[in-house]
């Protein structure tokens, strides 16, 4: 089974709306998916809750409740939502669960600054430092034309590691979360764009290059 985690200490980046759609996409793909939520405000089960009958099937770990010790054995994929200020040995403890990490980053001086330390702090676990564990970062909300983006962007290229995708500021996302699908499972008219934006993504984490 593969772990995949969605985790910035940082409030607000995107991690439950990175791992939903992660686990959505994972099930449109036709693999045995579980999401598991580390994070009391359990949103990513809440979205599991919307969920409606006649789409493939997620399933649920309430892992902020106890752990994985429910999630299902014969999942192909376990996508991790981690909570946010996750530091010192809960970040190390965290990190055990997953070969692969996403670090989601906002366009905002305070997140970049806040991103920043947490990503020396996520190199310098052993795991990490070992490269058992694979990270790599996505620019979330973006909005072009905007100067913060550019820093942003410029940012997360000099950071030394992967930086994947930049998905934009959609309204698609706030829509999906509500239905209970992911970005994947929205009409194409609607929604091409993001796809667009999210195949770096899912080509990364199809690739070696995620995995240790
Ligand atoms: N790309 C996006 N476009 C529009 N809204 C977004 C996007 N990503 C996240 N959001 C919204 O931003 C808020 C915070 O996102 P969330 O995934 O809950 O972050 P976290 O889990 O890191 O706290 C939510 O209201 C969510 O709907
Ligand atoms: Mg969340």
């Known amino acids: 089974m593969r772990h995949i985690m969605v985790l910035n200490a940082k409030g607000g980046c995107g991690k439950s709306t990175l791992a939903t759609n992660i686990a959505a996409w994972y099930a449109t793909e036709?693999?045995?998916v579980a999401l598991a939520d580390y994070d009391p405000q359990r949103s990513s089960l809440d979205w599991l809750e919307r969920r409606p009958e006649g789409r493939p099937e997620i399933h649920a770990v309430a892992a902020f409740e106890d752990g994985l010790k429910h999630a299902?054995?014969?999942a192909?994929?376990?996508?991790i939502d981690?909570?946010?200020r996750s530091h010192g040995p809960e970040l190390t403890n965290l990190v055990k669960h997953a070969e692969t990490i996403i670090v989601p980053v906002l366009p905002s001086t305070i997140d970049m600054q806040a991103t920043s330390r947490f990503l020396e702090e996520l190199k310098s676990v052993g795991k990490v430092e070992r490269k058992k564990a694979k990270i790599a970062t996505?620019?979330?909300?973006?909005?072009d034309n905007t100067l913060i983006w550019d820093d942003l962007d410029e940012y997360?290229?000099?950071t030394r590691v992967p930086y994947v995708a930049a998905l934009r500021e959609a309204q698609n996302y706030v829509r999906a979360y509500t239905r209970g699908l992911g970005i994947f499972e929205l009409?194409?008219?609607l929604a091409w764009p993001d796809w667009d934006e999210w195949e770096p993504l899912t080509s990364w984490l199809k690739s070696k290059?995620?995995?240790p």
Do not use: C
Request: charged share 25%; no cysteine; glycine share 4%.
């Open 156 to 158: 997360l290229t000099k």
């Open 209 to 211: 290059r995620s995995q």
């Open 30 to 32: 036709g693999a045995t």
């Open 72 to 74: 299902p054995r014969n």
């Open 187 to 189: 009409p194409e008219y």
């Open 82 to 84: 981690a909570p946010a």
């Open 76 to 79: 192909d994929v376990l996508i």
């Open 138 to 143: 996505v620019a979330n909300r973006v909005r």
